[in-house]
């Protein structure tokens, strides 16, 4: 399946590509738009452009939104989310520190990397060593 | 030359608590609200994306919102918006001063306070270097 986005990733749209490619579809394909270019591709899913339904909503972060509407249950991942959302929107409650410097290291990782299709490469990583982690801990 | 975000919107009458809840959000990211009228922030990458988003649930919401990137006609305008910024930031920041003077200052609830404004602070105010040099040099210090 195509999933369409804007350029330009950062924190959510990483965790999101990863997703997708880990969880979701194992042979999603890519595309990257110009931020506010219109009509979106027919043939693509669009995810983390506003008014999309894989979007920010209630004032959760896509990842959130893909967690819930593709009804994935993974306390993992539950907390990646809660990560994301603290990183990718303005939180009164914030229970998660590592959130700020994921947020730093996602736009670093855009800054170093040739185009979004690298970025995506390398934010995969950051989050399979995030789950990894995580996971490690939660088991003990 | 600044270039500004400005944020105008327009929320359904019911239910209220849609305001407050926009309210808090704008005052968590640290936006001003210019003369009761239009919203300001600088533009950055992260205060523009935060804001793309904020529109969005405005929108989602049955609101209307509208938000420009702008720049000011007068350089003076801009010292002036960016002054309103530091005071705003500088009052936290005093306030975390004096809290540090005190005799069994508690540290972990002034480096919180710290890392909220600085999250606000986008013009590195040097009373901000100040609060962060006094609590890194607090740090190990025994009583």
């Known amino acids: ?140 | 030359m600044t270039t500004w975000l400005l944020l105008h919107y327009k929320l359904p009458n019911k239910p209220s608590a849609l305001r407050v809840y926009v309210w808090r959000k704008l005052k968590r990211l640290g936006t001003i609200l210019l003369h009761d009228a239009v919203w300001v922030l600088p533009d950055q990458p992260r205060t523009a994306e935060q804001l793309q988003w904020l529109v969005a649930e405005i929108q989602e919401m049955g609101g209307e919102a509208y938000s420009w990137r702008a720049s000011t006609i007068l350089d003076q305008d801009d010292e002036s918006i960016t002054q309103q910024f530091n005071e705003q930031v500088d009052a936290v920041y005093s306030d975390l001063l004096k809290r540090l003077e005190k005799p069994k200052a508690d540290l972990q609830e002034i480096s919180r306070g710290y890392q909220q404004a600085a999250s606000q602070d986008f013009f590195h105010s040097k009373l901000g270097t100040l609060v962060r040099e006094k609590l890194t040099s607090k740090r190990g210090e025994r009583s």
């Open chain 1, 1 to 140: 399946m195509k999933w369409v986005t804007w350029k330009n990733i950062g924190v959510d749209r990483m965790a999101c590509a990863w997703l997708i490619r880990r969880w979701i579809d194992p042979k999603a394909e890519f595309f990257f738009i110009a931020l506010g270019e219109k009509p979106l591709p027919e043939d693509g899913k669009p995810f983390d452009i506003p008014g999309a339904r894989y979007s920010h909503h209630g004032g959760h972060c896509t990842f959130y939104t893909l967690l819930k509407e593709r009804k994935i249950n993974d306390p993992i991942l539950t907390r990646i989310a809660q990560m994301v959302d603290e990183a990718d929107e303005i939180q009164e409650v914030t229970v998660e520190p590592a959130a700020l410097g994921l947020d730093l290291i996602c736009r670093g990782l855009r800054q170093i990397s040739q185009d979004d299709y690298e970025a995506m490469e390398r934010g995969g990583l950051i989050y399979d060593a995030l789950y990894a982690q995580l996971k490690s801990e939660s088991a003990k």
